[in-house]
């Protein structure tokens, strides 16, 4: 009985990891695709459009989502943490609380079928299925501050590339307006995050915005310091009337250094680092090699000598 649930359980969890993957990896791109193919096909007729399994499975999130009462502050904090993920749709909120629950469900279902299982004592099962539904509840919770993690590296990896080119585009006579549209599209194969969040500036620009508004805006979506720090130069610089170019080349030979640095740190922690696995691992090992035989000699070759002179 236990293998047949615990191989229902692992079937739901996969379903619904292969669900969240395909969400981020078809809906939302497939979204613009079907805005901008509904305005072409605008005769076409309504039972051609088809729907999706996996359209119908984010509409039951979202569905379950809209359903849980939610303070305004939850709801600034979890919206800035899903944007600083990439997650910047309406329903993305919703969405999220929706997997919450979901994964306290069937965490919590599956406590309850595993607790006569692991434990005979009545307070460990209850114990059991508290820490089973609350790991349900926070799973999500840690994926996506995994996902803000490995976004903000990604940003401040492609960053020194955009700057760069910034500063020859500035430099070649471009204005800074135009010198982020240029940047955006020349790094969008390379690092798709940066551009994505250059061309919003720039499209915040165009809307009506001023720069230094769209560049804060920049600023709190990301959540970035690096990024912070690029555009608290941009606004000062802008404000001041100072050389852009000479600016950026400023930031950018600061950002060289101070990897430099960081990576000599990184090398000077390695040895720190390796006094625990040398003790525990190659120590003892080397220990065996070098005083095994000798100690094998002692014990084969000394104890005997021991016994005849006790005689």
Do not use: W
């Not at 720190?272 to 035989?293: C, N």
């Amino acid at each position: 009985m236990l293998p047949l649930l615990l191989a229902g359980f692992l079937f739901a969890l996969l379903m619904t990891v292969i669900s969240i993957y395909g969400y981020r990896a078809y809906v939302r791109p497939s979204r613009i695709y079907d805005r901008v193919g509904g305005v072409a096909d605008v005769g076409a007729p309504i039972e051609a459009v088809a729907v999706k399994p996996r359209d119908i499975v984010i509409r039951v999130f979202e569905q379950i989502g809209e359903q849980i009462p939610l303070s305004p502050v939850d709801q600034t904090i979890t919206r800035r943490d899903l944007v600083m993920a990439g997650f910047r749709s309406e329903g993305s909120i919703r969405i999220f609380y929706g997997i919450k629950v979901a994964f306290c469900l069937v965490m919590f279902v599956f406590a309850l079928m595993m607790k006569d299982h692991i434990t005979e004592n009545p307070v460990l099962r209850i114990v059991f299925l508290v820490f089973g539904t609350g790991l349900g509840y926070y799973m999500p919770v840690l994926y996506l501050e995994s996902q803000v993690k490995q976004r903000h590296e990604r940003l401040r990896l492609g960053l020194p590339d955009a700057l760069d080119m910034m500063v020859v585009s500035v430099e070649a006579g471009l204005g800074l307006d135009q010198a982020l549209q240029y940047v955006s599209r020349e790094v969008e194969h390379q690092h798709q995050d940066l551009s994505e969040e250059l061309a919003l500036v720039g499209l915040e620009m165009r809307a009506g915005k001023r720069r230094g508004e769209a560049l804060r805006n920049l600023a709190d979506r990301t959540g970035e310091p690096e990024l912070r720090k690029l555009v608290a130069i941009l606004i000062q610089t802008d404000r001041f009337g100072t050389s852009m170019g000479e600016s950026l080349r400023t930031h950018s030979d600061f950002m060289r250094m101070r990897r430099k640095q960081e990576a000599e740190e990184r090398a000077a922690k390695v040895g720190v680092k390796l006094v625990f696995p040398i003790f525990f691992f190659i120590l003892p090992s080397m220990m065996i090699v070098s005083a095994g035989p000798a100690l094998l000699k002692v014990f084969r070759d000394l104890f005997p000598m021991m016994q005849n002179f006790g005689k």
